[in-house]
């Protein structure tokens, strides 16, 4: 029988088929052989023991894994970001933009608060970027129907820091949910006790949500290690004009004849993420070998 991985807790997996049956599976142990983690989000086949329960004997290939929470095979990450208190932090947004993309996990952006500041100067560099953005007032529900058309079908994670408005936002977008103010790490899976409890829940539209961490302290280096001269692929913006500098090697920084920032000084990419994508680049390059190797580079 063939089944979604919903639930993971101590061992134990929720299996949902798409009937809407749920089964506790554990996993065979071929899985601890080959040192293979079962996780959140995995398509899977397992076989009925018993009434209720289960074996997981295979897991379909993964299109994308998240670290924090572990979960696989997702359509997209949702960015909650919040234009005033606490403001926008450019440098860690696109810290995250460009982790999805090297895992190639496509993002939409969600602008909450546009009653405390203007989205329009924010909007403008993500949509310039190519993200998908919506802008919606928890208060009045304006803007809802944008971010769920974003959001339809598929699996979602929602990531947001705190007063980000993600609770409010899950409540106006998933009513069902009945989610209190300040409760969604608690009800979708994180907190101070349910750090190894992860689930993903029906949004009632045929797909499925999840919440991550805040991510006030990310620190790109630490959480994607990788070869400096890799980033201007996690920006697609930039990977447009990166073919068309003057020498091989260009690392977009400094350059005399770099096309990237030809295009920045033009306006065809916005300062802000150029100027992330050098702190960034800057972080990557402090990594020694080991820290490289480490992560599965050569």
Request: charged share 25%; hydrophobic share 35%.
């Amino acid at each position: 029988m063939e089944g979604l991985i919903i639930r993971s807790l101590g061992g134990f997996y929720t299996v949902e088929s798409e009937d809407g049956t749920r089964t506790e599976c554990r996993g065979r142990g071929i899985f601890r052989k080959d040192a293979t983690t079962l996780l959140v989000g995995d398509r899977c086949i397992f076989e009925p023991t018993e009434p209720g329960c289960g074996s997981i004997t295979a897991i379909a290939p993964r299109k994308n894994i998240l670290q924090r929470p572990p979960v696989a095979n997702l359509d997209r990450l949702a960015l909650v970001v919040s234009l005033a208190d606490p403001a926008p932090n450019a440098l860690v947004l696109d810290q995250l933009t460009a982790i999805a993309a090297r895992k190639n996990i496509p993002v939409a952006l969600i602008f909450t608060k546009p009653d405390l500041a203007d989205p329009a100067p924010w909007t403008a560099i993500y949509q310039k970027a190519g993200y998908p953005t919506a802008v919606v007032n928890n208060r009045t529900g304006e803007g809802a129907e944008d971010a769920a058309r974003l959001l339809r079908g598929g699996v979602t994670a929602f990531c947001g820091n705190s007063g980000a408005g993600k609770s409010s936002l899950l409540n106006t977008l998933y009513p069902a949910l009945r989610l209190a103010t300040g409760e969604i790490s608690k009800k979708l899976g994180r907190g101070r006790h349910t750090t190894r409890h992860v689930e993903l829940f029906g949004d009632g539209c045929g797909g499925y949500l999840c919440d991550t961490p805040g991510f006030s302290a990310l620190e790109f280096a630490r959480s994607e290690p990788m070869p400096a001269s890799e980033l201007a692929a996690c920006f697609p913006e930039m990977a447009q004009y990166a073919g068309g500098c003057r020498y091989t090697g260009c690392s977009h920084r400094t350059e005399q004849g770099c096309a990237v920032r030809e295009a920045v000084a033009k306006g065809e990419i916005p300062e802000s993420r150029h100027r992330s994508y050098v702190t960034i680049y800057n972080e990557l390059k402090q990594l020694k070998e080991w820290e490289l190797a480490k992560a599965g580079r050569p």
